[in-house]
C-alpha cells in the first residue's frame, strides 16, 4: 500500500493520533514520510467531530460494563401523560427493566434502577441525559450502588445513541399501533415486547441474533406465534 493510503487509512483509523504520531508508525513500517506531508493527507475533521468518535470509542470499550436510562412519553386514551423508563444494558442492547408511571420522582427513577439491578449486578456506569427527574436523591442511590453516572451534554442525544435507538423502535414496532387504556395497559404490553425483542427479535448489530442469543434449529415443524395482537411474530421450530 503507498504511503499516501497509508495515511488515510490510520487517520480514518485512529481519530485521535495526529501527524507526528501517524508519521512514527509509518516509519516503523519501512516509510520515511515527514510530518508535513502527513498532515497535508490527513483525513481532517472539526473539533466536534474528534470529540464525538472519542465518546463513541468510550462506549464501545465499556460495552460490557455499562447501562443507559431515559424516559419518554405517551398520551392515554384519557389524555393523561404516561411516563416510560427503560434500561439498557449496552452489552448485547438487552432490556433490563421497563415501567410506566404518571408521575416520575426522583425517587421512583431510583427505585427502578434498584429493581433493574438486584444485589451484584450493578453495571460500573449508568449513562443518562441531564433530564430534571433525576435530582440529588437519585444520584445519591445511584452512588450508593457504586454505580458511577455518566451524564450526557446539554443537547446532545448521540452520547446516549443505544437507549435513544431503542426508544426509536419501541415507538415504531409497538407503542405506534396502540392507544394505552392505562398505566396498567402500557406496561403489560411492553413487557410483551421487550420479552419478543430479548428473545427473539433478530439484530444487524448483533450479527443477527437476538440479545439473549438464540441457537440456530435445523428440522422440525416451523410453528409461529403472534405477539402484540399481530404486528410482529415468533417462529421457532417443534421437536
Known amino acids: 500500500m503507498k504511503p499516501i ?6 487517520s480514518r483509523e485512529n481519530a485521535t493520533w495526529g501527524a507526528p504520531l501517524i508519521a512514527n508508525e509509518l516509519a516503523l513500517l519501512g516509510h520515511d514520510v515527514g510530518e508535513t506531508t502527513v498532515a497535508k493527507y490527513m483525513v481532517k475533521r472539526t473539533p466536534s467531530e474528534r470529540k464525538r468518535q472519542s465518546w ?13 436510562c431515559d424516559f419518554f412519553t405517551l398520551p392515554s386514551l384519557t389524555f393523561n ?3 416510560v423508563f427503560v434500561v439498557l444494558s449496552h452489552d448485547r442492547r438487552r432490556f433490563v427493566h421497563v415501567n410506566v408511571t404518571t408521575n ?6 431510583a427505585n427502578q434502577i434498584r429493581e433493574a ?18 435530582g440529588d436523591t437519585f444520584g445519591r442511590a445511584i452512588r450508593s450502588m457504586g454505580i458511577k453516572q455518566v451524564i450526557s451534554a446539554k443537547k446532545s442525544p448521540w452520547q446516549n445513541p443505544f437507549v435513544e435507538r431503542v426508544i426509536g423502535s419501541i415507538r ?63 417462529y421457532h421450530r417443534a421437536a
Open 117 to 134: 439491578f438486584p444485589g451484584g449486578e450493578e453495571p460500573r456506569f449508568l449513562h443518562r441525559d441531564r433530564d430534571s427527574i433525576y
Open 172 to 234: 415504531r414496532e409497538c407503542t405506534d399501533h396502540i392507544i394505552p387504556l392505562n398505566e396498567r395497559h402500557l406496561l403489560r404490553v411492553l413487557k410483551e415486547y421487550v420479552a419478543w425483542y430479548n428473545k427473539s427479535r433478530p439484530h444487524l448489530s448483533l450479527d443477527g441474533n437476538a440479545p439473549e442469543r438464540r441457537a440456530i434449529e435445523h428440522g422440525g415443524r416451523l410453528v409461529t406465534t403472534p405477539v402484540l395482537g399481530g404486528p410482529h411474530h415468533r
Open 104 to 109: 416520575p420522582t426522583a425517587q421512583w427513577t
Open 56 to 68: 463513541r470509542a468510550f462506549l464501545r470499550n465499556q460495552m460490557g460494563e455499562a447501562a443507559a
Open 5 to 10: 493510503h497509508l495515511i488515510r487509512k490510520m
Open 81 to 83: 401523560v404516561l411516563y
